[in-house]
T-cell receptor, first 111, second 112 residues
Framework: KNEVEQSPQNLTAQEEEFITINCSYS?????LHWLQQHPGGGIVSLFM???GKKKHGRLIATINIQEKHSSLHITASHPRDSAVYIC?????????????FGTGTSLTVIP | KAGVTQTPRYLIKTRGQQVTLSCSPI?????VSWYQQTPGQGLQFLFE???????NKGNFPGRFSGRQFSNSRSEMNVSTLELGDSALYLC???????????FGAGTRLSVL
């Protein structure tokens, strides 16, 4: 049983395309994280959110707590956005305070 | 400000040995978490420390242990290594529990 499901698993886009990556989860959460991992392993935390919407540059993350769903949008995609994007959730203290991760979405942006 | 530093970056061990990995968090950060990443299982949570106390632990056997020192530096130890322990081990620090995390570059462990 996967507590966090991401889609799509792989995504190829042309430069400047608008990209959406989806994340659904089945547990109660205290926060949801979007992570970016480049080849070589380094991980960068893009967003941490528990409600609503956050924006940073060309990246937008939204979450719908009732539907247990989050989306990561990339506007005007660029080849440097090519990376694996991972959705992760943290459960509250009263349910074990655990982290669960999606399997990641591998994004390739072609010039 | 220096980032999260993990040492060593690469490590080769043989089955049955034990290994200790080190993580130095960003200055001022008091929470340190450890994760294991493998091609088959993806990212998995190992444990989280705050102010020298383990707050929570993932679903890993007792061979995996860790600790945090008073300066917030953390170590994790894996005893009686198995082939399946070959993985990238990532450490992340945050100012406080439930705050945004900053990841180190990881330690890549190969067990032969």
């Amino acid at each position: 049983k996967n507590e966090v499901e991401q889609s799509p698993q792989n995504l190829t886009a042309q430069e400047e395309e608008f990209i959406t990556i989806n994340c659904s989860y089945s547990v109660g959460i205290s926060a949801l994280h979007w992570l970016q991992q480049h080849p070589g392993g380094g991980i960068v935390s893009l967003f941490m959110l528990s409600s609503g919407k956050k924006k940073h540059g060309r990246l937008i993350a939204t979450i719908n707590i009732q539907e247990k769903h989050s989306s990561l949008h990339i506007t005007a995609s660029h080849p440097r956005d090519s990376a694996v994007y991972i959705c992760a959730v943290r459960t509250p203290d009263n349910t074990g305070n655990q982290f669960y991760f999606g399997t990641g979405t591998s994004l390739t942006v072609i010039p | 400000k220096a980032g999260v530093t993990q040492t060593p970056r690469y490590l080769i061990k043989t089955r049955g040995q034990q290994v200790t990995l080190s993580c130095s968090p960003i200055s001022g950060h008091r929470s340190v978490s450890w994760y294991q990443q493998t091609p088959g299982q993806g990212l998995q949570f190992l444990f989280e420390y705050f102010s020298e106390t383990q707050r929570n632990k993932g679903n890993f056997p007792g061979r995996f242990s860790g600790r945090q020192f008073s300066n917030s530096r953390s170590e994790m130890n894996v005893s009686t290594l198995e082939l399946g322990d070959s993985a990238l081990y990532l450490c992340a620090s945050s100012l406080w529990v439930s705050r945004p995390q900053y990841f180190g570059a990881g330690t890549r462990l190969s067990v032969l």
